[in-house]
């Protein structure tokens, strides 16, 4: 029996090869986007588990908000974690790290730049699946300048990974002794070092003040304790160890604080919702955005729902000439049951080629995905452990699905009446099916209309107007390397051909360095009078060296002694502080920790908002220091051989210092570089935008050609009464376009709707949707489907009428 | 004319160096066995097909391999078609269906209710505008066709067996109809089976395997 089904089935699918093309093809193609998506979405789910106590790890956060600032951050204060071990009976360890930027380490008379590094407590060994190749975490990380490295750097610097006991000289100056080799931290971890140096190195992991915040924090619960009890202690917890300070310091309780509407608050993120669910200041990596697996898991569905449709449309569409197989199968004695398997049988085996297919191609177009979606995925043989499952439950589910709904339509005909010919098209009845072709093409448009969003706001972001000007800033990193010669250097730089201006400093607008503090309006350090912000240290180059324009007073100078202590503000600190102090008036900072004694600085003028963050968020108060931070040397070029000037700089720089690495950046891409996940989700939704529509066109072109084979006969009368090929092309294509015109009405609001709130909205500087991204998402949906149709109308309104009369 | 059909493995000769003429206001009925090409030719006289070979003339224009254009507008204007299987559109009414050649040839919508009406009149089924093909009797719709055919007032009406599908009453009524028309100057060409319904025409041309075999003049 079941081998006629399987005969039957292959019989009729050979005989109709366009129906049983557009089918598999479509279907396909729907599936390979889908299982891409599916790679996607299950390599962003699976960071982070491959820590063994995953279940039990917890990074702590801290909220702050406080002298009218508020920010999430990921780190906490530095004595925060041996306070949990402590005090927290649930707590079983505490790990911190604490990252200070990039170190040269020494390869015979090199310096190689190492970006990867940070300091780490030595129960980051007993907290997260580190496993040691050399050495173990009995002794490693314990003792002041000692280092764990990864057998990627061991190999780089050694040429072997057995080298515990050895030294690394970083920096030229500090030695570090290897206690300990560890495996490379797999790809999907929101962390990714390769050098880890002991915190016991670093003074700063001694402070006891709960009111700085730099250390990145992990805690191990043990088996069966709650977050939630830990949780409900952090409030008294910060409350019993910060109060003393801020009394100290700014005169008050912590109830003041509050009530004055400021907050400390700590909180907990679950190890494996790191990656996708946190995106705070001072994360280790950059992490996904779940928001990104929820879209693309609704795209690859509703691709896949495309494809079914196609399916079950075209199947019911040929009812018609199946209508007659049927009858005869009835008469003759074949039960219900026994068409619905015939039919299912088909779809399944249809579903099986498309699979096939769909799963060499997504194979094949792995590399391309992973170049467009930033990622590393590979088929591995574990992944087949899981993906030939999937396969099998697509083929039988998606098999089912598609064609579940011809088999039951099919299989209910009545065999008298189809055999008395009443049943004159499966075309009449096809109310389901014009839904599901208005649903592809809501689905269609929406995608249209998202993508054109999306495109829009980040076209927008390339052409707005930051403040400053982006374009032929060549960023000169790690100046610092340089040590006393930096100024030199720069002057030197400055006097280059080509070149306009230099200025050295750390803090550029594009990323790098930032600072936040808070500054007083008054010498009494009172919260009232506290504006929080970044404070940046820079030149009196800086301002024209980044093309920044002044609102009002003047720049720093060089020739000013008093600039020392002059500050200049940006709109958004003047408009914060409210007139408590203005241009030519004074601030106040405190100069050491115990806040006795304070500066008093002049606000000598007022720079013009530029944007510093993401356009995400708004301009915050910025306050300019003058002085000296040789984090970067940031050079304006004027000439369109940047290359030579980049050849010349680099040589001054080996002149300076042969032995250290020249690293350099251009400011627009450190620009792009911010949006970068938002370009790649652009290019990712143009491509599945681009399927969804093939896949409901390939749909519409066969329908188109069912429609103008059912209406062959009056196609033929018609003509013969004197219509045109026009009027014929117009009649055929009116009932699809009518389908198109619906889903646009439906989906233009709702996209319009959608990508407002659930993207746009994230941005404080956007371009909304205008009216013109609907008429184009519309007008192209109706041409491409305008297009698909009339290959099928143009043919059937050609053909000569006496053929498709003389067939009656 | 000459007249083939070439499919993979046989060359048929549909029409074969047949020659005819047919004078305004004229009935011809064309006889002949099954296949012999009488519908081949009354396509080719209703421009819906080329012949191979030869030529025609309508109204003293050359009209074989005009182009589908030409030809499209000459037909719609002076040719009106009936056929043995009626051909209505089963899902326009019998208002709609006879309506359809008024609107390929542009007549204003306030003329077609006129017209249309005017027709179903003459045709007797006025009473049954609003219903669809469907709902009428085999006598009903082929009056409904030849009322269809006659509404643009067409010089030709082309007539493929017109009574194959009908009883002998209804038959009679058909040919009736196609008797006053063509007493009221349209001239009819007419195939048929039936040498009943020849009677009515003014003259029979025989076919056999395409060529004219004999031509009766019946007045
Ligand atoms: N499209 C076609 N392809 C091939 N041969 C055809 C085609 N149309 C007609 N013929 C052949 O041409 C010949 C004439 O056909 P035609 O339809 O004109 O016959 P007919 O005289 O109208 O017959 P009937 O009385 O049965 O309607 C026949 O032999 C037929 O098989
Ligand atoms: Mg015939």
């Given at each position: 029996?079941?081998?006629?089904?399987?005969?039957?089935?292959?019989?009729?699918?050979?005989?109709?090869?366009?129906?049983?093309?557009?089918?598999?093809?479509g279907l396909a193609l729907g599936l390979a986007v889908c299982l891409l998506i599916v790679f996607y979405v299950v390599d962003e789910l699976g960071y982070d588990r491959y820590n063994t106590k995953a279940d039990r790890i917890y990074r702590?956060n801290?909220?702050?908000?406080?002298?009218?600032?508020?920010?999430s951050?990921a780190?906490?204060?530095?004595?925060?974690?041996?306070?949990?071990?402590?005090?927290?009976?649930?707590?079983?360890?505490?790990a911190?790290f604490?990252q200070?930027?990039?170190?040269?380490?020494?390869?015979?008379?090199?310096?190689?730049?190492e970006d990867k590094v940070t300091?780490a407590?030595?129960?980051i060994f007993?907290i997260f699946t580190l496993p040691f190749v050399?050495?173990?975490?009995?002794?490693?990380?314990?003792?002041?300048?000692?280092?764990?490295?990864n057998e990627t750097l061991?190999k780089?610097?050694?040429?072997?990974?057995?080298?515990?006991?050895?030294?690394?000289?970083?920096?030229?100056?500090?030695?570090?002794?290897?206690?300990?080799?560890i495996k490379d931290i797999p790809r999907q971890s929101h962390f990714r070092f390769d050098l880890f140096?002991?915190?016991?190195?670093?003074?700063?992991?001694?402070?006891?003040?709960?009111?700085?915040?730099?250390?990145q924090?992990y805690?191990l619960?043990?088996?069966?304790?709650?977050i939630?009890?830990?949780?409900?202690?952090?409030?008294?917890?910060?409350?019993?160890?910060?109060?003393?300070?801020?009394?100290?310091?700014?005169?008050?309780?912590?109830?003041?604080?509050?009530?004055?509407?400021?907050?400390?608050?700590?909180?907990v993120t679950p190890l494996t919702d790191i990656h996708l669910k946190s995106n705070r200041v001072a994360e280790m990596g950059e992490n996904g955005n779940i928001q990104y697996v929820y879209i693309f898991s609704a795209i690859a569905i509703f691709i896949l729902f495309i494809a079914c449709?196609?399916?079950?449309?075209?199947?019911?569409?040929?009812?018609?000439?199946?209508?007659?197989?049927?009858?005869?199968?009835?008469?003759?004695?074949?039960?219900?049951?026994?068409?619905?398997?015939?039919?299912?049988?088909?779809?399944?085996?249809?579903t099986l080629?498309a699979t096939l297919i769909a799963a060499v191609a997504a194979w094949l177009s792995l590399p391309l995905f992973n170049q467009m979606a930033g990622k590393e995925m590979s088929i591995t043989l574990k992944a087949l452990t899981w993906l030939l499952p999937t396969l099998i439950f697509i083929v039988v589910f998606v098999g089912?699905l598609?064609?579940?709904?011809?088999?039951?339509?099919?299989?209910?005909?009545?065999?008298?009446?189809?055999?008395?010919?009443?049943?004159?098209?499966?075309?009449?009845?096809?109310?389901?099916?014009?839904?599901?072709?208005?649903?592809?093409?809501?689905i269609?448009?929406f995608l249209?209309?998202g993508t054109?969003a999306i495109y829009?706001q980040l076209?927008?972001?390339?052409?707005?107007?930051?403040?400053?000007?982006?374009?032929?800033?060549?960023?000169?990193?790690?100046?610092?390397?340089?040590?006393?010669?930096?100024?030199?250097?720069?002057?030197?730089?400055?006097?280059?051909?080509?070149?306009?201006?230099?200025?050295?400093?750390?803090?550029?607008?594009?990323g790098?360095?930032?600072?936040?503090?808070?500054?007083?309006?008054?010498?009494?350090?009172?919260?009232?009078?506290?504006?929080?912000?970044?404070?940046?240290?820079?030149?009196?180059?800086?301002?024209?060296?980044?093309?920044?324009?002044?609102?009002?007073?003047?720049?720093?100078?060089?020739?000013?002694?008093?600039?020392?202590?002059?500050?200049?503000?940006?709109?958004?600190?003047?408009?914060?502080?409210?007139?408590?102090?203005?241009?030519?008036?004074?601030?106040?900072?405190?100069?050491?920790?115990?806040?006795?004694?304070?500066?008093?600085?002049?606000?000598?003028?007022?720079?013009?908002?530029?944007?510093?963050?993401s356009?995400r968020?708004?301009?915050?108060?910025?306050?300019?220091?003058?002085?000296?931070?040789?984090?970067?040397?940031?050079?304006?070029?004027?000439?369109?051989?940047?290359?030579?000037?980049?050849?010349?700089?680099?040589?001054?720089?080996?002149?300076?210092?042969?032995?250290?690495?020249?690293?350099?950046?251009?400011?627009?891409q450190?620009?792009d570089a911010i949006y970068r996940s938002e370009q790649r989700v652009g290019s990712i939704c143009v491509a599945f935008t681009t399927f969804a529509i093939i896949i409901?066109?390939?749909?519409?072109?066969?329908?188109?050609?069912?429609?103008?084979?059912?209406?062959?006969?009056?196609?033929?009368?018609?003509?013969?009464?004197?219509?045109?090929?026009?009027?014929?092309?117009?009649?055929?294509?009116?009932?699809?376009?009518?389908?198109?015109?619906?889903?646009?009405?439906?989906?233009?609001?709702?996209?319009?709707?959608f990508m407002?709130?659930f993207f746009?909205?994230s941005?404080?500087?956007?371009?909304?949707?205008?009216?013109?991204?609907?008429?184009?998402?519309?007008?192209?949906?109706?041409?491409?489907?305008?297009?698909?149709?009339?290959?099928?109308?143009?043919?059937?309104?050609?053909?000569?009428?006496?053929?498709?009369?003389?067939?009656? | 004319?000459?007249?083939?059909?070439?499919?993979?493995?046989?060359?048929?000769?549909?029409?074969?160096?047949?020659?005819?003429?047919?004078?305004?206001?004229?009935?011809?009925?064309?006889?002949?066995?099954?296949?012999?090409?009488?519908?081949?030719?009354?396509?080719?006289?209703?421009?819906?097909?080329?012949?191979?070979?030869?030529?025609?003339?309508?109204?003293?224009?050359?009209?074989?391999?005009?182009?589908?254009?030409?030809?499209?507008?000459?037909?719609?204007?002076?040719?009106?078609?009936?056929?043995?299987?009626?051909?209505?559109?089963?899902?326009?009414?019998?208002?709609?269906?006879?309506?359809?050649?008024?609107?390929?040839?542009?007549?204003?919508?306030?003329?077609?209710?006129?017209?249309?009406?005017?027709?179903?009149?003459?045709?007797?089924?006025?009473?049954?505008?609003?219903?669809?093909?469907?709902?009428?009797?085999?006598?009903?719709?082929?009056?409904?066709?030849?009322?269809?055919?006659?509404?643009?007032?067409?010089?030709?009406?082309?007539?493929?067996?017109?009574?194959?599908?009908?009883?002998?009453?209804?038959?009679?009524?058909?040919?009736?109809?196609?008797?006053?028309?063509?007493?009221?100057?349209?001239?009819?060409?007419?195939?048929?089976?039936?040498?009943?319904?020849?009677?009515?025409?003014?003259?029979?041309?025989?076919?056999?395997?395409?060529?004219?075999?004999?031509?009766?003049?019946?007045?």
């Amino acid at each position: 029996m079941f081998r006629n089904y399987i005969k039957t089935a292959f019989r009729s699918l050979k005989k109709n090869k366009g129906f049983t093309f557009i089918n598999v093809f479509g279907l396909a193609l729907g599936l390979a986007v889908c299982l891409l998506i599916v790679f996607y979405v299950v390599d962003e789910l699976g960071y982070d588990r491959y820590n063994t106590k995953a279940d039990r790890i917890y990074r702590l956060n801290n909220d702050i908000k406080f002298g009218g600032h508020e920010d999430s951050y990921a780190v906490i204060p530095a004595p925060t974690a041996a306070a949990l071990v402590s005090e927290f009976p649930e707590v079983e360890n505490a790990a911190r790290f604490r990252q200070t930027g990039s170190f040269r380490v020494k390869k015979g008379s090199q310096n190689i730049q190492e970006d990867k590094v940070t300091f780490a407590d030595p129960a980051i060994f007993n907290i997260f699946t580190l496993p040691f190749v050399d050495g173990s975490a009995t002794d490693a990380l314990k003792a002041p300048h000692t280092a764990v490295i990864n057998e990627t750097l061991a190999k780089k610097y050694f040429g072997r990974t057995d080298v515990v006991g050895k030294t690394l000289v970083l920096n030229d100056t500090e030695n570090y002794k290897i206690t300990g080799v560890i495996k490379d931290i797999p790809r999907q971890s929101h962390f990714r070092f390769d050098l880890f140096l002991s915190m016991e190195t670093l003074a700063e992991s001694k402070q006891t003040t709960w009111l700085s915040n730099n250390f990145q924090t992990y805690m191990l619960l043990k088996p069966g304790a709650n977050i939630k009890t830990v949780e409900s202690k952090f409030s008294d917890l910060i409350n019993r160890h910060s109060s003393a300070e801020l009394q100290q310091f700014l005169h008050m309780s912590m109830s003041d604080l509050e009530k004055q509407g400021n907050y400390f608050r700590f909180s907990v993120t679950p190890l494996t919702d790191i990656h996708l669910k946190s995106n705070r200041v001072a994360e280790m990596g950059e992490n996904g955005n779940i928001q990104y697996v929820y879209i693309f898991s609704a795209i690859a569905i509703f691709i896949l729902f495309i494809a079914c449709v196609n399916f079950m449309n075209l199947s019911t569409a040929r009812s018609a000439n199946r209508a007659r197989e049927v009858g005869v199968r009835k008469v003759l004695g074949s039960a219900r049951k026994d068409l619905v398997f015939q039919f299912l049988t088909e779809s399944i085996l249809i579903t099986l080629v498309a699979t096939l297919i769909a799963a060499v191609a997504a194979w094949l177009s792995l590399p391309l995905f992973n170049q467009m979606a930033g990622k590393e995925m590979s088929i591995t043989l574990k992944a087949l452990t899981w993906l030939l499952p999937t396969l099998i439950f697509i083929v039988v589910f998606v098999g089912c699905l598609a064609g579940s709904y011809p088999a039951f339509f099919l299989s209910g005909f009545q065999p008298i009446a189809v055999l008395k010919g009443k049943l004159s098209g499966g075309f009449k009845n096809g109310n389901l099916r014009s839904a599901l072709v208005i649903f592809q093409f809501f689905i269609s448009i929406f995608l249209i209309i998202g993508t054109l969003a999306i495109y829009n706001q980040l076209k927008y972001i390339q052409n707005k107007d930051l403040g400053f000007n982006r374009e032929q800033v060549l960023v000169i990193k790690h100046a610092w390397i340089l040590g006393n010669q930096t100024e030199t250097f720069k002057q030197e730089i400055k006097q280059l051909p080509g070149v306009t201006n230099a200025s050295l400093t750390g803090y550029t607008p594009t990323g790098g360095n930032r600072n936040s503090s808070t500054i007083y309006t008054s010498p009494v350090f009172d919260l009232k009078n506290a504006l929080n912000g970044q404070v940046w240290t820079v030149d009196a180059d800086y301002l024209p060296t980044m093309g920044m324009h002044l609102a009002a007073g003047r720049n720093f100078s060089k020739e000013m002694a008093t600039d020392s202590t002059s500050l200049i503000l940006n709109e958004s600190a003047i408009k914060l502080l409210n007139g408590k102090s203005n241009l030519n008036q004074f601030l106040y900072k405190p100069l050491d920790d115990q806040m006795k004694k304070i500066g008093k600085y002049k606000i000598i003028g007022i720079v013009k908002d530029f944007n510093f963050n993401s356009l995400r968020e708004n301009v915050t108060p910025l306050i300019l220091t003058y002085g000296k931070d040789q984090g970067a040397l940031n050079v304006r070029v004027s000439t369109k051989d940047v290359k030579g000037v980049l050849a010349q700089i680099e040589r001054k720089w080996k002149e300076l210092s042969p032995n250290q690495s020249f690293s350099f950046s251009f400011m627009d891409q450190d620009f792009d570089a911010i949006y970068r996940s938002e370009q790649r989700v652009g290019s990712i939704c143009v491509a599945f935008t681009t399927f969804a529509i093939i896949i409901a066109c390939l749909g519409l072109f066969g329908l188109a050609a069912y429609a103008a084979e059912q209406r062959n006969k009056e196609i033929g009368i018609r003509k013969v009464l004197g219509a045109g090929v026009t009027s014929i092309v117009t009649m055929l294509s009116k009932d699809f376009i009518k389908l198109v015109f619906i889903a646009i009405l439906l989906a233009a609001p709702l996209a319009w709707w959608f990508m407002q709130r659930f993207f746009l909205e994230s941005y404080a500087y956007r371009q909304n949707i205008q009216w013109w991204v609907v008429v184009v998402a519309a007008s192209g949906a109706v041409l491409i489907a305008f297009v698909t149709i009339s290959f099928q109308s143009i043919k059937a309104a050609l053909i000569n009428p006496v053929k498709s009369l003389r067939s009656e | 004319m000459e007249k083939y059909y070439r499919t993979e493995e046989v060359e048929t000769i549909a029409l074969n160096k047949l020659s005819m003429e047919v004078k305004e206001g004229e009935f011809v009925a064309i006889m002949g066995p099954s296949g012999c090409g009488k519908s081949t030719l009354l396509n080719i006289l209703g421009m819906l097909d080329d012949p191979d070979a030869g030529s025609y003339l309508f109204n003293g224009t050359e009209v074989a391999n005009v182009g589908e254009r030409k030809r499209a507008d000459l037909r719609k204007h002076n040719i009106g078609f009936v056929f043995q299987s009626f051909n209505l559109i089963d899902e326009l009414t019998v208002y709609e269906n006879v309506e359809l050649p008024l609107i390929y040839t542009g007549v204003a919508s306030s003329d077609r209710v006129k017209r249309v009406e005017e027709v179903l009149e003459k045709m007797q089924i006025m009473h049954r505008r609003n219903h669809y093909p469907q709902q009428l009797s085999g006598g009903q719709q082929q009056r409904v066709a030849i009322a269809r055919a006659v509404v643009n007032k067409p010089k030709l009406i082309l007539a493929d067996e017109p009574t194959g599908n009908l009883d002998s009453s209804n038959g009679n009524e058909v040919m009736e109809l196609l008797t006053d028309l063509n007493e009221q100057g349209t001239t009819i060409i007419m195939v048929t089976h039936s040498e009943h319904d020849a009677r009515y025409s003014h003259r029979i041309i025989r076919l056999l395997d395409g060529q004219t075999v004999m031509e009766n003049i019946m007045i």
